[in-house]
């Protein structure tokens, strides 16, 4: 069996028969930290929320409950 998954088998063993909630929490901090990279942002994403937000500072947005409001008028008109 290959070394990764024997780990990842043994990991889980011993995550499931813990009883100490203060070993429990650093491992949540622990993968909580390492996934961080997986939301940063690129140029181009970081460029779109600026646009947006400038657009609800310039009041060219909807309240969620409008748009919701006419997609169902929409709908119905399909």
Same mark, same amino acid.
């Given at each position: 069996?290959?070394?990764?998954?024997?780990?990842?088998?043994?990991?889980?063993?011993? +995550? @499931?028969?813990? =009883?100490?909630?203060?070993?429990?929490?650093?491992?949540?901090? +622990?993968?909580?930290?390492?996934?961080?990279?997986?939301?940063?942002?690129?140029?181009?994403?970081?460029?779109? +929320?600026?646009?947006?937000?400038?657009? +609800? @500072?310039?009041?060219?947005?909807?309240?969620?409950?409008?748009?919701?409001?006419?997609? @169902?008028?929409?709908? @119905?008109? =399909?």
């Amino acid at each position: 069996m290959d070394s990764d998954i024997q780990l990842k088998k043994n990991l889980i063993s011993r +995550i @499931k028969s813990s =009883k100490d909630l203060n070993f429990l929490r650093a491992l949540q901090t +622990i993968f909580d930290s390492s996934e961080q990279s997986l939301y940063e942002l690129n140029e181009q994403q970081k460029k779109s +929320i600026d646009i947006g937000r400038e657009d +609800i @500072k310039n009041g060219a947005s909807k309240e969620h409950e409008q748009v919701m409001t006419e997609m @169902k008028e929409w709908l @119905k008109s =399909k």
